[in-house]
């Protein structure tokens, strides 16, 4: 169930990225209507993700570089760059 209204452009384009992926949530933030997301602050010119979560270092799609950490999750690339979430 998506609560949040998405466009059908949008639609398609998410289920895209998801039929690319798996997910070690199972794509629990989309099925939230992506009001379960992970903190994550789009950086460097829209190139990367940041991840901001307390807990990074259990998450399977963040990858570290010194004291930051960066997510790796095309969906949650997707979400933040397009729906400003």
Not at 62 to 77: E, I, K, V
Request: charged share 30%; glycine share 4%.
């Amino acid at each position: 169930m998506i609560p949040m209204e998405l466009t059908e452009d949008q639609k398609q384009e998410i289920e895209q990225i998801m039929s690319g992926m798996k997910c070690p949530t199972e794509f629990a933030c989309y099925k939230s209507g992506f009001e379960n997301v992970c903190k994550a602050e789009i950086i460097a010119g829209d190139r990367l993700l940041e991840c901001l979560e307390e807990k990074r270092q259990f998450c399977r799609l963040a990858r570290s570089w010194g004291d930051t950490a960066f997510c790796q999750c095309p969906l949650r690339f997707y979400v933040a760059k397009n729906l400003h979430i």
